[in-house]
């Protein structure tokens, strides 16, 4: 099960950060996805990062948020972040985070990934 949380009214500039809680196996094992879904358009990718074995982390940002977002862990919490700076109104969506064990290499695709939380509505607006 994943849990998101740490949505809200953000203005314009500002900064949040998503969490990605996991219960029941560590997230260390899983690939996690970032995505996002405004009103009337489709989910689309925000960023991913998958882990290898040998612990090299592959991530990946599509362009509109490159630079401004940024991804961690937290093993001890099974907690992933989503730290998002200079926030735009276009950045308001409902934000998901997706997990799945089998992938290997970062991928945007919401269909590769199995396990998805309820979402956190984050709004950017003055």
């Known amino acids: 099960q994943l849990v998101e949380s740490g949505g809200g009214l953000v203005q314009p500039g500002g900064s949040l950060r998503l969490s990605c809680t996991g219960s029941?196996?560590?997230?260390?094992?899983?690939?996690i996805g970032w995505f996002r879904q405004a009103p009337g358009k489709e989910r689309e990718g925000v960023s991913c990062d998958a882990r290898r074995s040998g612990g090299s982390i592959i991530e990946g940002f599509t362009d509109i948020v490159k630079g401004r977002f940024s991804v961690s862990r937290d093993s001890a919490k099974n907690t992933v972040y989503l730290e998002m700076n200079k926030l735009m109104p276009e950045d308001s969506a409902i934000y998901y985070c997706?997990?799945?064990?089998?992938?290997?290499?970062?991928?945007?695709?919401?269909?590769?990934?199995?396990?998805w939380g309820r979402g956190a509505q984050v709004t950017v607006s003055s």
């Open positions: 997706a997990a799945d064990r089998q992938i290997l290499q970062c991928t945007h695709s919401p269909t590769d990934y199995t396990y």
């Open positions: 029941g196996e560590t997230l260390d094992d899983y690939a």
